[in-house]
């Protein structure tokens, strides 16, 4: 059963795996508004729009949630060159990142945030199986989660159905397209594009059954690895390390003030077990070798 890791310590935010996959699979007509992974800032609307709250209060995704496709007077542009660039025409009020780098906090000093890296999760039991009146979607042996383009009529049902809301509708085609976990790659032993493409190696790719790849070890040996809103119901196969050590907050003295995470914000995301997440990495961090460690500092990060 493939699975994955993102470790949110080592996320830089870089959105080299966002523009990996997009030049991969959904640079094309019609797909625009696609975007199979992304990093989202936390805390933040996400995309599309709000995902996270509405799907906690069972409301549907609106049209306006998601990327509008801009339009621009290229007239101006050709027919006064070196004058500025073209006016759009449609007011943007939204989009991918809209709040990129956006924190919270009372003051600068103690303002926080971290960035979440953002798929289809691969569920075990995925929600939007059963909701397709067509079914067109299917799990493989492997866990990999796809949509049949040539059963999909478009009803959308998975849209809403998909807690996560990682599903998009093509809007030439009428039918849904979601991350397929990059299985032609994997089928030939290498790891999904946005794995391989993290700078930071903040992912893990593996067996999540096979006891020396890395996902089984931080999930399933260490334990330091959880899924996103459990309560959803689905079992995701796309598992975090929640970010417990990020930078204190430091007034303009210089004096330490403690962590900045929302530790409230961060259980509403990763449950309680955030707290045994972070008992576990301090007292590893204090050994003066930890395999622990070994695993999170490792290349390649992935093990097919």
Known sequence: MWGMVIDLNKCLGCQSCTIACKML???????????????????GTGYPKNWEEKSLKGQPMAKGDYEAVPQ?????????????????????????????????????????FYYLPINCMHCEEPKCIPACPEKAIYKRDDGTVLIDP???????????????????????????????????R?????PPICVQNCPGKAR?????DDPESPVYELVKKFKVA????????????????PPVFGPNAIDNQGDD??????ATYLKKQFG?????????????????????MDVLCAYPTWKI
């Not at 003030?257 to 929302?262: K, L, M, P, S, V």
């Not at 309680?272 to 622990?292: C, F, G, N, W």
């Open 25 to 43: 699979w959904s640079d094309r007509d019609g797909a625009d508004h696609m975007w199979f992974t992304m990093v989202e800032t936390r805390p």
């Open 257 to 262: 003030h403690g962590q900045r995470e929302d």
């Open 186 to 190: 994997v089928e030939k032993g290498m």
């Open 150 to 184: 040539e059963l999909c009529q478009g009803a959308e049902d998975c849209v809403d159905a998909c807690p996560y809301k990682r599903i998009f509708m093509n809007n030439n085609t009428g039918k849904a397209e979601k991350c397929i976990l990059c299985y032609p």
């Open 272 to 292: 309680s077990a955030i707290d045994q997440v972070k008992a576990t990495m301090e007292k590893e961090r204090r050994k003066p070798k930890s395999e622990l």
């Open 72 to 112: 621009f007077d290229y007239q101006k542009l050709q027919n006064n060159p070196g004058k500025g660039m073209p006016k759009v025409l449609a007011k943007m009020e939204g989009g991918p990142n809209w709040d990129e780098d956006i924190g919270q906090g009372k003051t600068v000093n103690d303002a926080w």
């Open 226 to 241: 959880v899924p996103l809103h459990s309560e959803f119901g689905t079992k995701p196969q796309i598992f975090y390390i």
């Open 204 to 208: 893990f790719f593996g067996d999540l």
